[in-house]
């Protein structure tokens, strides 16, 4: 069975950081494309960030590029988003993604609130 658990949110004031999780099970993250997508109220789940496998491409929407790092580490088989400089706008539920060559995967996502 494949789980992907988020972990990380929170509230947060703007300008401050927060780190997302995501600890996966039943797959190996390596051989998958990873990402972070966020929907907020009222609004389409968007992507954030991915990671592709292998070689590990990365790229951003350009609402976060030079404030949101997407890294992996290996040995954890976990997804992680490093998110600096927090704006309100960045308010949303946070979801994992997982994508292979015919499989699909999505966490059950966790909260980010920047207020202050």
């Known amino acids: 069975q494949v789980r992907l658990v988020e972990s990380g949110g929170g509230l947060v004031q703007p300008g401050g950081s927060l780190r997302l999780s995501c600890a996966a099970s039943g797959i190996i993250i390596s051989i998958y494309h990873m990402g972070w997508f966020r929907q907020a109220p009222g609004k389409q789940r968007e992507l954030v960030a991915r990671i592709s496998s292998g070689g590990g491409a990365t790229n951003y929407a350009d609402s976060v590029k030079g404030r949101f790092t997407i890294s992996r580490d290996y040995a954890k088989n976990t997804l992680y988003l490093q998110m600096n400089s927090l704006k309100p706008e960045d308010t949303a539920n946070y979801f994992c993604?997982?994508?292979?060559?015919?499989?699909?995967?999505w966490g059950q996502g966790t909260q980010v609130t920047v207020s202050s």
């Open positions: 993604n997982a994508i292979g060559l015919s499989n699909n995967y």
